[in-house]
Each structure stands twice: as C-alpha cells, then as structure tokens.
C-alpha cells in the first residue's frame, strides 16, 4: 500500500472516530454518567477514601480486590507401587504409570498381565 493511500485510509478512519465521538457527547445518558463520576470523586478525595476502599467497605469478599488466598489443600500423595517382573525378576518402583522400563513391560507382555505383577 502506498504511503498516500495508508494517509487516506488513516484519516477516514479519523473522521469516522470523530463523528462517533460527537454523537458520544451529545448522549444525555453519558453525561449523566460523567457527572455521577466527577461528583463521587470529589466526594471521595473530601473523605480522603479511594474507589478501592469503598468497594472493599460495600463487598468484603470481593473477588476483584480480595488478596489472593493460598490454598492449603494439598494432594493425597501418591503411593510407590512396586512391580516385580517374574520372568527376569527385575523390580520397578513408581508412583506413575510413565516409567520407561514399564511401559516396555506392558508393550511386550500386556498391560493386564503386567498389573498383575503388582506387589503392593
């Protein structure tokens, strides 16, 4: 794109923005929220509170500016199985199904047969 056509293509997008604020003004309900806005400012800088405070006062257990709360629920820990393989009689201790020397065990002789071996 040339640089003439991206300068055109910028100012329409301004002048549209700026037809939608001009008729952003003139909404009555707007200004009624900028007045609510302006006044409970200057109240609350005559109190010497912030928005924060104030939110805080009206809902305690706001999510949005409540201090995150640790949780101190932790997992079961998960228990050792131990596999003993009778073939070879070579043993496997794991808190998981993701051990290497396990899943070659279940790949070659099944996954049923080596649960099987299950000791604990």
């Known amino acids: ?9 910028l100012e329409q997008q301004l002048a549209a923005q700026m037809a939608e604020l001009e008729s952003m003004k003139n909404d009555s309900s707007l200004k009624d929220e900028m007045e609510f806005e302006s006044k409970l400012r200057a109240l609350l800088g005559e109190y010497g509170y ?12 706001s999510v ?13 820990p998960r228990q050792i199985k131990v596999y003993k393989n009778p073939h070879s009689g070579e043993i496997v201790e794991t808190k ?6 396990l ?6 002789y099944g996954s049923a047969t080596v649960e099987s071996w299950l000791e604990n």
Do not use: C
Request: without cysteine; hydrophobic residues 30%.
């Open 50 to 61: 912030s928005l924060k405070d104030v939110i805080n006062l009206l809902d305690p257990q």
């Open 1 to 9: 794109m040339s640089r003439l056509a991206e300068y055109r293509k």
């Open 103 to 108: 899943k070659e065990w279940k790949a070659e």
């Open 64 to 76: 949005r500016f409540a201090p995150k709360e640790s949780k101190t629920t932790a997992r079961k």
């Open 96 to 101: 998981g199904g993701n051990h290497r020397r």
